[in-house]
């Protein structure tokens, strides 16, 4: 059998304009609300303050498209545009998150501000859910852990008394309930009492973590350490749930065919994302045949490139981060300059992206932390950044993930020719992505693609019909097509931090997106006898 080895170096403030948002309006010299005789009697008006040439208009929820296009062309309107809802930028209250460079860097390691993930601002949309599970194989997890066991999955089908959890506070500790330890298979997977995974190694239901530096209780603090809980670190995804899959060794290392069955037992209990800090030399057709079944089975595997001090996989490949598959993506470690950590291995064709894998603090065992080096540190900040955006957008197939993922990278001039992207997880740039529009529109039609921008609009002709695209207050765009005479095009001015532009290209709608600096980020175009296309 093959023995594999894990990858590891041992070297706010909130403000909100209004409870729903308005439109804010300012009246060209000379006018007033008598200029717009059509508007409704009943649409309420206030100043924004006592003697602000600004008014405040509420206009329902979905106002509609036309009027608000022909408002916006209105000599009696100097400016008309749709109030943002500010968000929280406030940072977790877990005294260890400074140490955390990768997450939020302050120039603590010595090197730049703002090498990180911008994970401060991705949190804005969201912060995990426990609806996502993910797989950790690997050395167990230290599951007891302050800072991780409210975050450990717990499988209910071997809930033999019916409370709603198989683990209880003893007053001292988490321990299994009692009250389930039945010595059967409830759930009849295979696994006698597997409360919360399962130890392949020993071959009993307790997947702790005795390795001798407590590696995959460190890579799942990256991943899902309870965020904003007052102690310790945040994880990447504060609120996933994480399935201890032990297979390696006190001493890290571990065999081909408990890897294989930690994986079939993921596959078989629903996770949804699987984290692989190990890897080895040779090619195994079975542990390849088996994460085929996963990616059938829609199981996306993250996995590390190795620590090989700058070996190329494109030559010399590293298992399972080498195997050609989709659903397999292969992570290799930066370092807090946006260069490749000096252990790390490369790849251009065999590696995805790069994360943080240079003195990286995470949980330990024990209800300890400690700093870390590997590859084996960078792939599960890709993980957690999987299981977030999961957590916000639970429809998104695997391929779509993994698109969202490596279209969201930020080349950097450090990583050139390290990997496909040459460039650095960015969990701002994943999270703020817009889900493929996928609706075609014959006649008048609302469908929509999530963004988080606040109330925007865009409108143009098409083929003798009017079009519009709204950014709603919940995030999502409403595209709408009206059968009526004339040509409007309109496009409101952006909030700070970036906008939304709308027009034409060769004769189809489309929207493009612009991140702070003017640059686009993605442009969507409706095509109006099928489904839109992201480019």
């Not at 599960?380 to 490596?406: D, K």
């Amino acid at each position: 059998m093959i023995r594999l080895t894990f990858f590891v170096c041992l070297l706010g403030f909130i403000h909100t304009l209004h409870s729903q948002s308005g439109w804010l309006v300012r009246y060209a010299p000379g006018h007033s609300r008598g200029s717009l005789p059509a508007l409704s009697s009943h649409l309420q008006e206030a100043p924004l303050y006592p003697g602000s040439v600004w008014q405040r208009w509420d206009l329902g929820e979905a106002p509609d498209a036309a009027l608000l296009a022909r408002l916006q062309g209105h000599p009696a309107i100097l400016a008309l545009e749709q109030e943002v809802r500010f968000r929280t930028q406030s940072l977790p209250d877990d005294p260890g998150f400074a140490e955390q460079w990768a997450l939020h860097n302050t120039g603590q390691t010595g090197g730049p501000a703002g090498v990180d993930l911008r994970a401060t601002d991705a949190w804005s949309f969201g912060t995990g859910s426990a609806e996502v599970t993910v797989a950790v194989i690997d050395a167990g997890i230290d599951w007891r852990h302050p800072d991780l066991a409210e975050n450990i999955w717990q499988n209910l089908g071997e809930d033999a008394d019916g409370d709603g959890s198989v683990l209880v506070w003893d007053g001292n500790t988490w321990i299994f309930d009692p009250d389930d330890e039945n010595g059967l298979d409830d759930d009849g997977n295979g696994y006698t009492d597997d409360f919360i995974g399962w130890d392949f190694v020993n071959d009993d239901n307790d997947p702790s973590d005795d390795h001798f530096f407590g590696h995959g209780t460190h890579v799942a603090g990256i991943i899902a350490a309870r965020g904003n809980n007052g102690i310790g670190i945040s994880g990447v995804s504060w609120r996933s749930q994480l399935m201890p899959l032990k297979f390696l060794d006190a001493n890290g290392g571990g065999f081909t065919g408990d890897a294989i069955a930690a994986l079939q037992y993921a596959r078989q209990m629903g996770a949804d994302l699987s984290n692989h800090s190990w890897g080895g030399g040779l090619y195994s057709q079975a542990l390849r045949d088996e994460l085929l079944l996963a990616q059938q089975a829609g199981l996306l595997c993250v996995a590390a490139a190795g620590n090989n001090f700058g070996n190329d996989n494109d030559e010399a490949p590293l298992y399972p981060a080498s195997y050609a598959l989709d659903n397999v993506i292969a992570v290799t470690a930066s370092d807090p300059v946006d260069s490749l950590a000096p252990f790390a291995n490369r790849g251009f064709n065999s590696v995805d992206l790069c994360a943080p894998g240079y003195g990286i603090y995470s949980t330990l065992p024990g209800g300890d932390y400690g700093f870390l080096n590997g590859t084996s540190m960078a792939a599960p900040f890709v993980t957690g950044a999987l299981a977030l955006l999961r957590s916000q957008q639970p429809g998104l197939t695997q391929a779509q993930l993994r698109q969202r993922l490596l279209r969201s990278v930020r080349p950097l001039p450090g990583l050139h020719g390290t990997c496909a992207t040459e460039g650095r997880l960015d969990l701002l740039a994943l999270v703020q992505q817009p889900v493929l529009f996928q609706q075609s529109l014959p006649g008048e039609v609302n469908g929509g693609a999530t963004l988080r921008n606040g109330d925007l609009l865009a409108a143009g002709e098409q083929q003798g019909s009017l079009w519009a695209a709204r950014l709603r207050s919940d995030g999502q765009v409403a595209w709408t097509r009206r059968d009526q005479a004339g040509r409007w095009a309109a496009a409101a001015a952006a909030p700070a931090g970036g906008g939304l532009l709308g027009g034409q290209a060769n004769g189809q709608p489309l929207l493009t997106r612009l991140d702070s600096l003017g640059a686009p980020l993605w442009t969507l175009t409706l095509d109006w006898g099928g489904p839109a296309g992201l480019t």
